[in-house]
């Protein structure tokens, strides 16, 4: 057998065998049976596949979403993420194409009175071969990066659309307690004056007096809490807005599509079963970036662990050079053009260990990544039903507060009423006041978290993507 026929042979065996290096990446992991949980009712349609816009139609809240969109801190370093691994991506596509360089060099020695010149002018020209596919899967491992950096780009967004939209019903429920503690105020201070005149005609204790100038007190101090938490909630959203403090403007409680008001009660579109449908397993891992994102993990490290097997193959390398030189002994006249051309072929032996601990590295990191995509998985899910299992219990409660907030009204009056005539003592006036505030106060923080488990249920099916 000649040398030509050996080297053909050898050559052929070693494509054969990296063949394989060239696999395209296919996901296998499958989505775990009832991700929601078995007590969850499944339809065709999910919530999450309404833009934004469409599950937030109050107005005031979709300019703010825009603004925090536009300014946020955090998604604008997501952006230039993106960006640098576009950059990336572009470097590792270029890998492909030969090197060019223009290293022009000129010395100047002198012995024995005797000063020579030499210079060079080449221009060399260099190309790696991809014959194992190292130069496609880096760059198949580079896209992945790329899209990585584009999933966490719309978790970060979806998370601030999340987090505005939260902090905005925030304002809203803090608003209606101010609303439900001042009209506490204006009725509890007519209750203590009616208190002062019984006492100031012998008619009541002074420790009735004392117990109801308390109670009123500590109206007075709730006030000022919730006056409190509203600036802190106002300065929450300006950090998103990376503004400075500021009056954030919202519209009253109960005017936004999750909360509407109908027949002089808030009638909740976030409890009708008919508007939350959560869809199925399916369109969640379509639209959830983490899941997504989770995913394009796997590829780079499938990607990594094959450029890593790429790396036990041989390289070759073509180069050449064209240019002017004077140093040279095969050149007489130095207008002559210099041309010389090369390969090389270089095959790993020994790298004290380095290649295959680094191959052992990328297929347990390939094994990792697939267990975190499951985990991914099984934790959206969860999310999913936590989301589904607030929802019912604040569907079911409302009722009950609302209820609750007219049979303690109609006890706090007719109690007062009582009072007035003798027939009451201020213990019971105290007693039925106190009931009323809280249940007013229950009610509303109800409806605050109906409001927070849809959005919470929104984003979990992979809400606000679009």
């Not at 065996?13 to 929601?36: A, R």
């Not at 790696?128 to 970060?156: C, W």
């Not at 995913?295 to 180069?319: D, G, K, V």
């Not at 003798?422 to 007013?440: D, F, M, P, R």
Request: some cysteine.
């Amino acid at each position: 057998m000649t040398y030509k026929n050996i080297f053909f042979v050898a050559v052929v065996s070693l494509m054969l065998t990296s063949c394989g290096l060239y696999d395209k990446y296919e996901q296998k992991n499958e989505t775990p049976i009832d991700v929601f949980g078995a007590s969850v009712n499944t339809s065709e349609r999910s919530l999450a596949q309404l833009t934004w816009r469409e599950f937030f139609t109050d107005p005031v809240l979709q300019d703010l979403i825009e603004q925090v969109l536009a300014n946020n801190t955090d998604l604008n370093s997501a952006r230039i993420a993106v960006e640098k691994s576009e950059a990336s991506l572009k470097a590792a596509k270029l890998a492909y194409l030969p090197s060019l360089y223009f290293s022009p060099q000129g010395q100047i020695s002198r012995f024995s009175d005797v000063t020579t010149k030499t210079y060079s002018l080449p221009l060399q020209l260099s190309v790696d071969v991809d014959v194992f596919g190292s130069i496609t899967n880096k760059k198949h491992a580079a896209k992945a990066v790329l899209l990585q950096a584009q999933m966490r780009e719309e978790a970060v967004r979806t998370n601030l659309i999340s987090s505005v939209a939260q902090q905005y019903f925030m304002l809203q429920l803090l608003d209606r307690q101010l609303e439900i503690l001042t009209q506490t105020d204006s009725l509890w201070n007519a209750s203590l004056e009616t208190q002062k005149v019984l006492w100031e005609n012998g008619q009541a204790y002074s420790t009735a007096v004392n117990q109801m100038e308390s109670s009123y007190l500590n109206v007075k101090t709730q006030i000022i809490d919730v006056r409190r938490n509203i600036t802190a909630t106002e300065n929450a959203i300006c950090r998103l807005l990376a503004s400075t403090p500021k009056h954030i403007e919202r519209r009253t409680w109960g005017s936004s599509a999750l909360e509407e008001r109908s027949e002089n009660h808030v009638g909740q579109r976030m409890f009708n079963a008919q508007f939350l449908k959560v869809g199925v397993p399916a369109t969640m891992l379509e639209l959830r970036p983490d899941i997504r994102m989770a995913n394009h993990a796997m590829e780079e490290a499938f990607y990594n662990m094959q450029a890593a097997r790429a790396a036990f193959f041989p390289s070759i390398t073509l180069s050449g050079s064209a240019g002017w030189s004077n140093g040279s002994a095969g050149t007489v006249n130095p207008a002559e053009l210099m041309l010389s051309a090369m390969a090389q072929l270089t095959q790993p032996i020994f790298a004290r260990g380095k290649l295959k601990a680094n191959l052992k590295t990328t297929q347990l990191t390939q094994e990792d990544m697939q267990k975190k995509y499951v985990q991914t998985v099984i934790d959206a899910g969860n999310q999913v039903n936590e989301a589904i299992a607030d929802c019912q219990a604040a569907r079911d409660k409302y009722a009950y507060y609302r209820r609750q907030v007219e049979v303690l009204y109609d006890a706090y009056a007719g109690t007062h009423e009582l009072m007035d005539n003798g027939k009451a003592s201020y213990i019971e006036v105290l007693t039925a006041q106190e009931n009323l505030l809280s249940s007013q106060l229950n009610e509303a923080t109800n409806m605050y978290k109906g409001a927070q488990a849809v959005i919470a249920l929104y984003i979990a099916l992979g809400g606000g993507t679009k």
